[in-house]
């Protein structure tokens, strides 16, 4: 029998190259990512901030964090999910991306939901 985790958030994320936006002579590649959020946990809890490292393929690497994502700091109770989209630039047609939400839980304990890397890549460039 699994025992479930009372902190347990599970992040999954998904991209697309957005080519309508990206200008490769000037070395600028847009993607979108949508990013689901799932509480697989037994404690209800809020997305309170994030914090996410976007490294190009030249090694530039820069840290984004703030409140919520989207404006929002949406709360889940288990097995809830909530689901958003975004976007970033990068410089080169290959990168990667990660970080972490920090979350509170109904009973104040604060945690971290791990976000795990995914590939920023142009398509047809990356096997």
Same mark, same amino acid.
């Given at each position: ?11 999954e994320p998904a991209v697309r190259y957005l080519e309508d936006q990206s200008d490769e002579a ?16 037994? &404690? ?18 820069? &840290? ?7 404006? &929002? ?6 097995? &809830? ?35 795990p890397e995914f590939t920023l890549s142009v398509p047809r460039v990356l096997h």
């Open positions: 029998m699994k025992t479930s985790r009372r902190y347990e958030i599970t992040v000037a070395h600028r590649y847009v993607f979108a990512y949508t990013i689901t959020i799932r509480n697989t946990g037994t &404690e209800p809890a809020q997305l309170i901030s994030r914090h996410w490292i976007i490294t190009d393929s030249n090694g530039k690497v820069e &840290e984004v964090r703030g409140l919520g994502v989207i404006g &929002e700091q949406p709360r889940l109770a288990p097995g &809830e999910r909530y689901e958003y989209t975004s976007g970033t630039a990068i410089a080169t047609p290959v990168g990667t991306m990660h970080g972490s939400y920090q979350m509170v839980a109904e009973d104040g304990t604060r945690f971290d939901a791990a976000i």
